[in-house]
């Protein structure tokens, strides 16, 4: 006499013949490459879209951190560099992040 578990295998391989067991081996959702990304020349290009803070937005983060702006700020390693005098009156030089304001660091030479 079989037992439960022998019937109960059987009867799910006669279950998954009958269903296919083939068509789990379907196309793939993307067979002749026509979506964008997989296009020649296309770049994922995201940090270049995305828009700059301000300097008012920037001077506003600096002063929250007490810090005085006293120059321009300019790019260095996808940083913003901001020339500033901390609450001594010393020259410090600050890292900011040009994309959401946010104090990264001081930078002292």
């Given amino acids: 006499m079989f037992s439960t578990k022998t019937i109960l295998a059987a009867a799910s391989l ?5 269903a296919g067991i083939g068509s789990a081996a379907a196309a793939p959702w993307d067979r002749d490459h ?3 990304d997989h296009r020649n020349g ?9 828009a700059f803070v301000d ?3 920037l001077e506003q983060a600096l002063r929250f ?5 006293i120059g ?3 790019f260095v ?3 913003y560099v901001v020339r500033t005098h901390d609450r001594f009156g010393r020259i410090i030089f600050v890292q900011v992040d040009p994309y959401s304001g946010a104090f990264v660091r001081e930078v002292r030479l």
Avoid: G, N, Q
Wanted: proline share 3%.
């Fill in 77 to 79: 390693h996808d940083r």
């Fill in 72 to 74: 321009e700020p300019y």
């Fill in 14 to 18: 006669a279950v998954l013949s009958a």
């Fill in 34 to 36: 026509d979506r964008f």
């Fill in 65 to 69: 951190h007490r810090y005085r702006v």
């Fill in 42 to 50: 296309y770049r994922h290009e995201r940090f270049e879209r995305r």
């Fill in 55 to 57: 300097r008012v937005r």
